[in-house]
């Protein structure tokens, strides 16, 4: 059997454990009893070739009486494993934007996909990953679109080619629960939503790329590719990048126009499920 490689994320959380652990008196066999796990595998948690789930961490933290101190750092090494590093920067930013600005040619948004069409992504864009791996990514994602909650969430205007609305990634019924929610979030004035009709001749050619605007301080761009990405603060870059939104906007539909549309898209994946 291949050895487990240690994962640096995880080598933190068990070094804290073992600290807890020893701290508290206790000893591995001790926890592995009260776990009803193997000795094995709470060694493992300490070495960091193996990761606990959300439950497991939250009992870990009450046995070795850690406060909460050991579950807080598992949610927070947690959060950005959800997520490549490259894009921790603007996950980080999105709490504090008052305006999100995007255009997704292909897909869409993480903060607007239900649950359903985030594994479906996840999923395709991870052909390797197990489902527990999958799940943490579905999670994290998830706990991102936690901007949507309370006064202080920001604007949205999302552009969208009508082809991302109309494919059934995940399936007839994946797609009509996901244009639902996007009807609910359009009429709840969340989001404004635009989409560019498949017939558009003059299609400014572009591609994903979000502004974010903030009360204090200058609008930042965020772009990114198949293996990267980065948030851009050049005036000129983002100038550049705010007239292109201009320019979609201009060829897409207007919001009233677009939701219709997204009434008749889901209509049609409706009569498939």
């Not at 903060?111 to 994290?140: C, H, P, W």
């Not at 200058?218 to 603060?233: F, N």
């Amino acid at each position: 059997m291949a050895k487990r490689k240690v994962r640096p994320h995880a080598l933190r959380w068990g070094t804290e454990l073992r600290k807890f652990r020893n701290q508290a008196g206790k000893t591995q066999s001790w926890l592995a009893r009260q776990m009803t796990c193997s000795n094995g595998l709470v060694c493992g948690f300490e070495q960091g070739t193996h990761w606990p789930s959300k439950a497991m961490a939250a009992e870990l933290d009450k046995l070795v009486q850690a406060n909460g101190d050991l579950f807080g750092l598992w949610l927070r090494l947690s959060e950005k494993r959800a997520y490549p590093e490259w894009m921790s920067e603007r996950v980080q930013a999105e709490p504090k934007a008052t305006l999100v600005r995007e255009f997704e040619p292909v897909g869409l948004s993480g903060l607007l996909q239900t649950e359903a069409y985030a594994r479906t992504m996840l999923k395709a864009g991870n052909s390797f990953a197990a489902s527990r791996e999958i799940d943490e990514l579905v999670e994290g994602r998830m706990r991102r679109q936690a901007i949507w909650e309370g006064p202080a969430s920001p604007r949205m205007v999302a552009i969208y080619n009508e082809m991302v609305l109309t494919v059934p990634t995940g399936g007839a019924r994946v797609m009509s629960d996901q244009l639902n929610r996007l009807i609910e979030m359009v009429e709840a004035d969340t989001i404004r939503l635009h989409v560019i009709p498949a017939d558009t001749e003059h299609h400014p050619f572009i591609s994903s790329f979000t502004l974010l605007s903030f009360s204090d301080q200058p609008d930042a761009l965020y772009v990114e590719d198949a293996v990267s990405g980065r948030m851009i603060t050049e005036v000129e870059h983002v100038q550049r990048m705010d007239r292109v939104f201009s320019e979609l906007l201009g060829v897409a539909l207007s919001p009233e126009k677009s939701l219709k549309a997204l009434y008749e898209y889901r209509r049609t994946f409706d009569h498939g499920t």
